[in-house]
C-alpha cells in the first residue's frame, strides 16, 4: 500500500508496548505462580518443561498458540486470493493433519523416554553422537526457517499498514518476546498463549461479522457470492473449474496443498517446539491434547481466509467512490481495492489490506494486533525450544554434563536471548536478498522434508536402522535441492533465482524428492536390515533418582541426569506421584492405539475423503453451497474457540481457586495466603 492506514508511531506502539506489557504480563504470573501455588521457574524442570503436568486444554490451547505462525493468517488469505475458496481448506487441512499425526509421537515420546528435555536427546541415546549431530542439523535448520518466516510475515506486515522500519520490526519483535520467556519459563509461556489464543479468536469473529454482516461493501454472503463471480468474469483464475473462486476444482490449489502437507510434516515432526509441549502435558491427556488442538487450529486458517482473503478479491468488484461505472467489466471502473501484485500477495498483504478498506484505522489496528499477537505466541515457543536444544543438546552434553541447576537455567535464559538475536539477524538477511514469507513456506519442505520419516521411525518403530534413517535424511536432502534446482532450470531456460525458483512445479519437485527419498530409504534399510531395540536406554534419560536403574547400554552413549526432580513443585496440587502413575505402559500403548486410528482416520478425511470428491466434480457453488462452506467455517471456528478458551478454564477451575483464595486471604489478613506445601502443613499441625 503506498499510504499507510495507521502512522509510523502506531507500528512501534503495538510491537513495543504490546511487548513490554505482556512482559509485565508474564513478572505478576510469575510472582502469582510462585506465591500462591508453589511453582517457581527457578527449577530448570519448570523452566523448560512445566514439570511435565500441564493439562490437556492448556496444552490444546498452547499448540494453537505455537501453530498459528505469520503465515497462518497471511498466506492462508494469499492462497485464497489466488486460488479462491480451496485455498484456505488446503492451507488449513495441509497444516492440521501434522499436529492430529504428532498425537502418535507424543504418546510414543511418553512411552519410551518419558523424561526426556528434547527430542534429540532420544537419537542421542539411540544412535550416538553422528546421529545426534546431523538431525540436530535439521532441527536447527527448522527453527531457523520458521522464525524467519514469523519475522519477515510480520515485519511486512507491519511496515505495510504503520510504515515501521522493516529493519526495526526484525529486531523489535523477538527481542520483547524473549524478555517475557525468560521471566516465565514453560508454564507461563502457556498461560500467555493462552490469553493470545483468547485475543486471537475474538478479533477473527469479529472480522467474520464484519464481513459477512454489517459491512456496507459485502454485507451477507449472498452479497459476496456475487462480487466473487463478478470479479472471475474480469480476471479468471488459472486452472480453476469455470476461472472460478468459488470451486474446489483448481490445480494449483492441489498442487499448494501438496507441496504445504510436505513442508508442513517437516515443521511440526522436527521441531522442537511442538515436542515440547507433548514434554509438557501430563502423560495420561497428551493424545487428548494434540487432538484439541489440531481440530482446534483448523479453524482459524480456514475461517480467516475465507473471510479475509475472499473479500479482498471481492472488494476488487466493488466500484470505489470517484469510479465512473458500477459495473466489474464496463470502462471507467475503479475497484475499490486494486489488484495486488505477486511480490505483495506472496509478502502476505491480502488480509491486511482487506482489513483495512473494510474497517479504516479500526481494521488495520485488529489486524496489526491479530498479527503480533500470533507473531509473538509462535516467537515464544521458538525461543524456547532452541534454548532446550542449546542447553541439554549442546552444553549439558558436550560443554558440561556435570552441570549444576543453577549453570543449567543460565544457559536456559542465554539460549532465549541468543535466539532472539538470531532471528532478528536472519529476518534481516532474508529481506535484504529478496525472499519473501510466502516463498519461504514453499521452500522449507525441500530442504528438511527429508528427515521427517527417518525421525518418526526412530522414536516409533524399534526395528528403525541407523545406517537407513542417516542415509535416508542426507540422501533426501541432496536429491530435494537437486531436484528443485532442476526442475527450475528446466521450466525456465537455466535462469535461477528467487522469482523462477519459487514456482508451484519448482516448489513441489523438491519437496517431493526430500521426503519421499528420505522415507523411502530408511523404510526399506530398515525393513531389511532391522534393528532390535527394546527402548530401556531412552526410557532411563533423566530418570529421577527415586526411579533410578542403571540401563545395560554401551559405555558413553547415554547422558542420565544425576540430580532429582523434587515433585513437590510439580503442579498446584502436589501431583508429582500422580503423573508417575500415568507412566503405565498398559495405559500409554493404549493411548498410541488410540491416537494412530484417529488420527489416521481424521487425515483421510480431511486430504482425501473431502477434497478429491468436491475437486473431481468441477462443481461452481452456487449461493446456497458456498453458504453452507461459510457457515461450516463459522461454527467451527466458535467450537474451537469453546474447546482452547473455555474448557481450559474449566480443567483449571481447582488451581485458579486456590489463587483466589491466596488472594482474598491476603487482602484481608497480609501474608496469610502464601502457598503451603500439604506435607509442610502436616509436619506444623503434628509440631503443634
Given at each position: 500500500?503506498?499510504?499507510?492506514?495507521?502512522?509510523q508511531s502506531?507500528?512501534?506502539?503495538?510491537?513495543?508496548?504490546i511487548?513490554?506489557?505482556?512482559?509485565?504480563?508474564?513478572?505478576g504470573l510469575?510472582?502469582?505462580?510462585?506465591?500462591?501455588?508453589?511453582?517457581?521457574?527457578?527449577?530448570?524442570?519448570?523452566?523448560?518443561?512445566?514439570?511435565?503436568?500441564?493439562?490437556?486444554?492448556?496444552?490444546?490451547?498452547?499448540?494453537?498458540s505455537?501453530?498459528?505462525?505469520a503465515?497462518?493468517?497471511l498466506?492462508?488469505?494469499?492462497?485464497?486470493?489466488?486460488?479462491?475458496?480451496?485455498?484456505?481448506?488446503?492451507?488449513?487441512?495441509g497444516?492440521?493433519?501434522?499436529?492430529?499425526?504428532f498425537?502418535?509421537?507424543?504418546?510414543?515420546?511418553?512411552?519410551?523416554a518419558?523424561?526426556?528435555?528434547?527430542?534429540?536427546?532420544?537419537?542421542?541415546v539411540?544412535?550416538?553422537t553422528?546421529?545426534?549431530l546431523?538431525?540436530?542439523?535439521?532441527g536447527?535448520?527448522?527453527?531457523?526457517?520458521?522464525?524467519?518466516?514469523?519475522v519477515?510475515g510480520?515485519?511486512?506486515?507491519?511496515t505495510?499498514?504503520?510504515?515501521?522500519?522493516?529493519?526495526a520490526?526484525?529486531?523489535?519483535?523477538?527481542?520483547?518476546?524473549?524478555?517475557?520467556?525468560?521471566?516465565?519459563?514453560?508454564?507461563?509461556?502457556?498461560?500467555?498463549?493462552y490469553?493470545?489464543?483468547?485475543?486471537?479468536f475474538?478479533?477473527?469473529?469479529?472480522?467474520v461479522f464484519?464481513?459477512?454482516?454489517?459491512?456496507?461493501?459485502?454485507?451477507?454472503?449472498?452479497?459476496?457470492?456475487?462480487?466473487?463471480?463478478?470479479?472471475?468474469?474480469v480476471?479468471?483464475?488459472?486452472?480453476n473449474?469455470?476461472?472460478?473462486?468459488?470451486?474446489l476444482?483448481?490445480?494449483?490449489?492441489l498442487?499448494?496443498?501438496?507441496?504445504?502437507?510436505?513442508?508442513?510434516?517437516a515443521?511440526?515432526?522436527?521441531?522442537?517446539?511442538?515436542?515440547?509441549?507433548?514434554?509438557?502435558?501430563r502423560p495420561?491427556?497428551t493424545?487428548?491434547?494434540?487432538?484439541?488442538?489440531?481440530?482446534?487450529?483448523?479453524?482459524i486458517?480456514?475461517?480467516?481466509?475465507?473471510?479475509?482473503g475472499?473479500a479482498?478479491?471481492?472488494?476488487?468488484?466493488?466500484?470505489?467512490?470517484?469510479?465512473?461505472?458500477?459495473?466489474p467489466?464496463?470502462?471507467?471502473?475503479?475497484?475499490?481495492?486494486?489488484?495486488?501484485?505477486?511480490?505483495?500477495i506472496?509478502?502476505?498483504l491480502?488480509?491486511?489490506?482487506?482489513?483495512?478498506?473494510?474497517?479504516?484505522?479500526?481494521?488495520?489496528?485488529?489486524?496489526?494486533i491479530?498479527?503480533f499477537?500470533?507473531?509473538?505466541?509462535?516467537?515464544?515457543?521458538?525461543?524456547?525450544?532452541?534454548?532446550?536444544?542449546?542447553?541439554y543438546?549442546?552444553?549439558?552434553?558436550?560443554?558440561?554434563?556435570?552441570?549444576?541447576?543453577?549453570?543449567?537455567l543460565r544457559m536456559?535464559?542465554?539460549?532465549v536471548?541468543?535466539?532472539?538475536?538470531v532471528?532478528?539477524?536472519?529476518?534481516?538477511?532474508?529481506?535484504?536478498?529478496?525472499?519473501?514469507?510466502g516463498?519461504?513456506?514453499t521452500?522449507?519442505?525441500?530442504?528438511?522434508?527429508?528427515?521427517?520419516?527417518?525421525?518418526?521411525?526412530c522414536?516409533?518403530?524399534?526395528?528403525?536402522?541407523?545406517?537407513?534413517?542417516?542415509?535416508?535424511?542426507?540422501i533426501?536432502?541432496?536429491v530435494?535441492?537437486v531436484?528443485?534446482l532442476a526442475?527450475?532450470?528446466?521450466?525456465?531456460?537455466?535462469?535461477?533465482?528467487?522469482?523462477?525458483?519459487?514456482g508451484?512445479?519448482?516448489m513441489?519437485?523438491?519437496n517431493?524428492g526430500s521426503?519421499?527419498?528420505?522415507?523411502?530409504?530408511?523404510?526399506?534399510?530398515?525393513?531389511?536390515?532391522?534393528?532390535d531395540?527394546?527402548?530401556?536406554?531412552?526410557?532411563?534419560?533423566?530418570?529421577?533418582?527415586?526411579?533410578?536403574k542403571?540401563?545395560?547400554?554401551?559405555?558413553?552413549?547415554?547422558?542420565?541426569?544425576?540430580k532429582?526432580?523434587?515433585?513437590?513443585i510439580?503442579?498446584?496440587?502436589?501431583?508429582g506421584?500422580?503423573?508417575?502413575?500415568?507412566?503405565?505402559?498398559?495405559g500409554?500403548k493404549?493411548?498410541?492405539?488410540?491416537?494412530?486410528?484417529?488420527?489416521v482416520?481424521l487425515?483421510?478425511?480431511?486430504?482425501i475423503l473431502?477434497?478429491?470428491?468436491?475437486?473431481g466434480?468441477?462443481?461452481?457453488?452456487?449461493?446456497?453451497?458456498?453458504?453452507?462452506?461459510?457457515?461450516?467455517?463459522i461454527?467451527?471456528?466458535?467450537?474451537?474457540?469453546?474447546?482452547?478458551v473455555?474448557?481450559?478454564?474449566?480443567e483449571?477451575?481447582?488451581?485458579?481457586?486456590l489463587?483466589?483464595?491466596?488472594i482474598?486471604?491476603?487482602?484481608?489478613?497480609k501474608?496469610?495466603g502464601?502457598?503451603?506445601?500439604?506435607?509442610a502443613?502436616?509436619?506444623?499441625?503434628?509440631?503443634?
Amino acid at each position: 500500500m503506498s499510504d499507510q492506514v495507521l502512522p509510523q508511531s502506531a507500528g512501534y506502539g503495538v510491537v513495543v508496548g504490546i511487548g513490554l506489557f505482556f512482559s509485565a504480563f508474564m513478572l505478576g504470573l510469575t510472582a502469582m505462580q510462585a506465591r500462591y501455588t508453589g511453582v517457581s521457574p527457578k527449577d530448570s524442570e519448570e523452566f523448560t518443561s512445566a514439570s511435565r503436568s500441564v493439562k490437556p486444554g492448556l496444552i490444546a490451547s498452547g499448540i494453537v498458540s505455537a501453530w498459528t505462525w505469520a503465515a497462518t493468517l497471511l498466506q492462508s488469505s494469499a492462497v485464497a486470493y489466488r486460488y479462491g475458496i480451496s485455498g484456505p481448506w488446503w492451507y488449513a487441512a495441509g497444516a492440521t493433519v501434522q499436529v492430529l499425526l504428532f498425537a502418535q509421537l507424543a504418546a510414543k515420546l511418553k512411552l519410551n523416554a518419558p523424561y526426556a528435555h528434547t527430542w534429540l536427546e532420544i537419537v542421542a541415546v539411540r544412535w550416538g553422537t553422528a546421529a545426534h549431530l546431523i538431525f540436530m542439523f535439521f532441527g536447527l535448520a527448522t527453527n531457523l526457517i520458521v522464525s524467519s518466516m514469523l519475522v519477515l510475515g510480520g515485519s511486512a506486515t507491519v511496515t505495510d499498514l504503520t510504515g515501521m522500519s522493516t529493519i526495526a520490526a526484525c529486531f523489535l519483535i523477538p527481542m520483547g518476546v524473549a524478555i517475557y520467556v525468560v521471566v516465565g519459563g514453560m508454564r507461563s509461556t502457556l498461560l500467555c498463549d493462552y490469553t493470545h489464543t483468547t485475543v486471537l479468536f475474538a478479533i477473527i469473529l469479529t472480522f467474520v461479522f464484519t464481513v459477512y454482516v454489517t459491512s456496507r461493501y459485502i454485507g451477507s454472503i449472498s452479497k459476496m457470492h456475487f462480487l466473487l463471480s463478478e470479479a472471475s468474469t474480469v480476471a479468471p483464475v488459472a486452472g480453476n473449474a469455470g476461472g472460478s473462486y468459488l470451486t474446489l476444482r483448481s490445480k494449483n490449489g492441489l498442487i499448494f496443498g501438496v507441496i504445504n502437507l510436505i513442508g508442513n510434516f517437516a515443521t511440526v515432526f522436527q521441531d522442537q517446539a511442538y515436542w515440547q509441549r507433548a514434554i509438557a502435558s501430563r502423560p495420561a491427556t497428551t493424545v487428548k491434547a494434540y487432538l484439541i488442538g489440531g481440530l482446534a487450529w483448523f479453524a482459524i486458517p480456514f475461517t480467516l481466509a475465507t473471510t479475509l482473503g475472499l473479500a479482498a478479491v471481492a472488494l476488487s468488484a466493488v466500484p470505489a467512490s470517484s469510479s465512473s461505472a458500477q459495473v466489474p467489466t464496463a470502462s471507467g471502473f475503479v475497484p475499490l481495492l486494486p489488484t495486488l501484485s505477486d511480490a505483495q500477495i506472496s509478502a502476505g498483504l491480502p488480509a491486511p489490506v482487506a482489513a483495512a478498506a473494510l474497517l479504516g484505522k479500526s481494521g488495520a489496528t485488529a489486524m496489526l494486533i491479530l498479527l503480533f499477537l500470533a507473531v509473538t505466541s509462535a516467537t515464544s515457543a521458538e525461543l524456547i525450544a532452541v534454548s532446550s536444544i542449546w542447553t541439554y543438546d549442546i552444553y549439558v552434553r558436550y560443554i558440561n554434563p556435570k552441570a549444576t541447576e543453577q549453570q543449567i537455567l543460565r544457559m536456559s535464559h542465554l539460549g532465549v536471548a541468543a535466539f532472539a538475536l538470531v532471528m532478528g539477524i536472519a529476518g534481516v538477511i532474508f529481506y535484504y536478498i529478496g525472499i519473501s514469507m510466502g516463498w519461504l513456506y514453499t521452500f522449507m519442505g525441500v530442504i528438511l522434508g527429508s528427515a521427517v520419516v527417518p525421525i518418526a521411525l526412530c522414536i516409533t518403530w524399534r526395528k528403525a536402522s541407523k545406517v537407513g534413517c542417516l542415509a535416508g535424511a542426507v540422501i533426501g536432502f541432496i536429491v530435494g535441492l537437486v531436484a528443485w534446482l532442476a526442475t527450475t532450470a528446466g521450466l525456465n531456460n537455466h535462469v535461477i533465482n528467487v522469482t523462477t525458483s519459487g514456482g508451484n512445479y519448482e516448489m513441489l519437485a523438491g519437496n517431493l524428492g526430500s521426503i519421499g527419498i528420505g522415507g523411502i530409504i530408511a523404510t526399506i534399510v530398515s525393513l531389511i536390515w532391522p534393528e532390535d531395540y527394546d527402548f530401556a536406554a531412552t526410557r532411563a534419560i533423566n530418570l529421577p533418582a527415586s526411579h533410578h536403574k542403571t540401563p545395560a547400554v554401551d559405555e558413553g552413549e547415554v547422558y542420565v541426569e544425576k540430580k532429582a526432580h523434587d515433585p513437590s513443585i510439580s503442579s498446584v496440587v502436589n501431583e508429582g506421584p500422580k503423573l508417575d502413575n500415568e507412566l503405565d505402559p498398559a495405559g500409554l500403548k493404549k493411548a498410541f492405539k488410540f491416537a494412530a486410528w484417529s488420527s489416521v482416520a481424521l487425515t483421510l478425511i480431511f486430504m482425501i475423503l473431502i477434497p478429491l470428491p468436491l475437486f473431481g466434480a468441477s462443481t461452481v457453488y452456487s449461493v446456497a453451497g458456498f453458504s453452507v462452506w461459510v457457515i461450516v467455517g463459522i461454527v467451527w471456528a466458535f467450537c474451537s474457540a469453546f474447546a482452547v478458551v473455555l474448557y481450559p478454564l474449566w480443567e483449571s477451575r481447582t488451581a485458579l481457586a486456590l489463587v483466589s483464595r491466596g488472594i482474598i486471604k491476603d487482602i484481608f489478613a497480609k501474608g496469610s495466603g502464601k502457598y503451603v506445601p500439604p506435607e509442610a502443613a502436616a509436619d506444623a499441625q503434628t509440631a503443634a
